[in-house]
């Protein structure tokens, strides 16, 4: 089957882009509003942009009502975020944190869920989280303000933590780390089984 972009709506659009676009890597943004609030939303349109300068990039899907969510908005006020990466452990509590809670709601207490002090930036993370980037806004990319257009973060890794279990030197122990990753619909799928590939030289 055959589909013209232009011919389908978005809804359809976006069902052909995240089945199998997969798995997508969850950036679980934790973020502090003007007011002080602190939030916590995860996105799976997340990835690296630049590892010079380090710059992750995470894109938020306009919703119907055309606001921007909560995570869009404080980065605009306060400019600073943390990117938690999430595991089996907490991708029950990651999900809760995906609640349509009000801007006045901190998903962090709504949800049960510790924080940490960041080194780097005024943003708390997610105490469970074994790998952290904390970072600072360099960028928003706004592709389409429609219903259901992006608007891609730009974010610059100022500071990582991680759990000294799953690093040895600079190299993360990805198998041992257990990250979440995102498919279509309500599926997600562990990232334990691997394989290795050399690269090929010619």
């Known amino acids: 089957m055959y589909f013209k972009s232009d011919q389908i709506d978005p809804v359809a659009c976006y069902q052909l882009l995240v089945g199998a676009i997969v798995p997508r890597p969850i950036a679980w943004v934790s973020t502090k509003s003007a007011e002080g609030i602190a939030n916590l939303a995860p996105y799976s349109f997340f990835s690296v942009a630049s590892c010079n300068p380090p710059v992750l ?3 938020q899907v306009l919703p119907r009502d055309l606001k921007d969510k909560d995570t869009l908005r404080n980065l605009r006020e306060t400019g600073e975020c943390v990117v938690n990466v999430v595991d089996f452990e907490t991708v029950e509590q ?3 944190s995906c609640a349509n809670y009000p801007a006045s709601t901190d998903e962090f207490t709504a949800v049960g869920i510790e924080t940490t002090a960041s080194e780097s930036v005024d943003t708390v993370g997610v105490a469970k989280a074994k790998v952290r980037y ?5 960028e928003i990319v706004t592709i389409s303000d429609q219903p ?8 610059d890794v100022v500071g ?3 759990d000294d279990e799953y690093v040895e030197g600079t190299k993360i122990q990805s198998v041992a780390l257990g990250a ?3 498919m279509g619909g309500d599926d997600y799928t562990k990232t334990t089984q691997t394989f290795a590939l050399s690269r090929p030289v010619v």
Not at 134 to 138: G, V
Not at 148 to 155: C, T, V
């Open 134 to 138: 904390e970072c600072k806004l360099r």
């Open 160 to 162: 990582i933590y991680v």
């Open 57 to 59: 990039s995470v894109t």
């Open 180 to 182: 979440v990753g995102k």
């Open 148 to 155: 259901m257009g992006g608007s891609m973060m730009l974010l």
């Open 94 to 96: 990651m999900n809760a």
